[in-house]
């Protein structure tokens, strides 16, 4: 919706139900059961600006996501045009999911959304979900409470400090500060007026919840020195004597694993290694750069190896800009000789406007499918079909080299469902400059994100972050121009890329690693994710990638 306007349409009979729904303070693994099954029946997902994107990926296709965060100082949605939103929403009929970090009713801004639909007489539900208040520090290894450390602790907002009683404050055993990340020097300073000592224990928890969560513990006269130079935001502070039980319990720290129910353990994974400091990614963070809905299987192997891993998709996917084309093709599909797929979005798109005609399967009976890839093999495989033909090589010249048909190309006629633009173009010129006739159709396109999570740009400004990965040139390309959108005056792009070893799935991307980012330090032996992963290992374990 672009404006205010837009919302003020006629209401239907049949009216729809709000739940609004705390998401905790992380990934999937931290989001209530009932949560989860909201999300995949959500017909509007109305989000905040910190909730994990991963989340969007358990709703529908045709779900309608929108954005209405307010972060700091940034863009912000008004609270009138949320409420109006969600209004409107469910008076056309639709179940709507307005979904929130951490728990509705902890400094969520529930209440006016609340009113407001109930003025509108639309049905209202709110679903709990884990505060960061609480989640955040026990991720982190710091109990809230102890006999002898913490007999009360308290939960407050920093957004505006001066007005908070600090004198009773600071007579109280466990602080728990929410929306501090900015205010954290002047949270200090009234603390120390009011009477806690300089050595008094704090923690600052950054990210809590997530993979690129970080933990910084210390004392009242040294956590602004240490924290110098970082947006902390978001981020949870813990004062007091607690903040000490952590180097006590030892804990780990981090989220746990996002991947908990794949049958397949660390250990397992690799088996000739003690312990998880053996694993020869230990020590590693590895930034992913593709799409979120893609990227799960490729994390997991990195993880498995002992890696962390952060995200920042360079690509969204999405519906091209028009089907005509392609359902010119599908209407006509006995004209066509081969289908060929060289991606999994290629499947998906096409067998998905596929059923939108009316047809299945069967309607591809006459025609061969040649397929680039193993998993482009294996999404079409889910959709009941199996290729006839995958070349040796998973590139686009070796489907052409190896063709099974090059005798009688000339009298061939090849469908191409594909990347709306900058596709495998040198795929279509091999097969025309051999005769073939090749009708190029837009699939699905990809575009650049609008922005790199903060969490990313604060690793990358402080040179944490050790390899990027890239599994296609548009990644790069993408990369490279979020970067310049985000780039920080106290870093030029160089320094931001100087500490990164780039690895590149292959070598078209490893072309344009090289022609945009100045080098490739990784190329895969074999061209797919699996191969990129076990490259990675082998060059931080010295082994050769043979």
Known sequence: MSSNDDLNTQTPQVQGKV?????G???QNHLTVVGKTLLTEADVILYDALIDPKLLNLAQKTCLKIQVGKRGKGPSTSQTDINQRLVHYCQQGQQVVRLKSGDPFVFGRTTAEILALHAAKCPVEVIPGLSSALAVPLLAGIPLTDPQRSQTFTILSAHAPESLNWSALAQLDTLVILM????LKTVVRHLRQHGQSPDHPIAVIQWGGRQQQQIWTGTLADIVTQTHGTSLSPCVIVVGQVVTLRSTLQLDGSPPDPYPHTGTSIKSTMHAHASISDLPLSGKTILVTRALAQSAAFSHAL??????????????????????????????????????LTSANGVTGFLDRLQQAGLDTRALARLKIAVVGRKTAKTLEKRGLKADYIPPDFVAD????????????????????????????VLVKQFTAQGAKVVEVAAYQSRCPDHIEPGVIAALQQQTIDVV???????????????????????????????LTIA???????????????????EAQEYTLDG??????????????N
Do not use: N
Not at 532 to 545: K, M
């Open 19 to 23: 739940f609004i729904l705390g998401a």
């Open 25 to 27: 303070p992380g990934e």
């Open 180 to 183: 501090g990340g900015r205010q």
């Open 303 to 340: 993880m498995a190896a002992g890696a962390e891993v952060m995200d920042m998709p360079a690509l969204t996917i999405g519906p091209p800009s028009s089907w005509a084309d392609l359902d010119r093709a599908i209407a006509t599909l006995h004209h066509f000789d081969w289908l060929i």
């Open 398 to 425: 070796s489907l052409v080299e190896h063709f099974p048909a090059r005798e009688s190309l000339g009298s061939q006629t090849l469908l191409f469902p594909r990347v709306e633009s900058g596709g495998r173009e």
């Open 469 to 499: 990965t890239f599994a296609s040139s548009k990644t790069v390309r993408y990369f490279y121009q979020l970067l310049q959108q985000a780039q920080a005056d106290q870093l030029t792009l160089d320094q931001w890329l100087t500490p």
């Open 504 to 522: 590149s799935i292959g070598p078209q991307t490893s072309l344009t690693c090289q022609d945009i980012l100045g080098r490739v330090d990784i």
């Open 532 to 545: 990129l992963t076990q490259s990675i290992v082998h060059h931080f374990s010295g082994q050769p990638s």
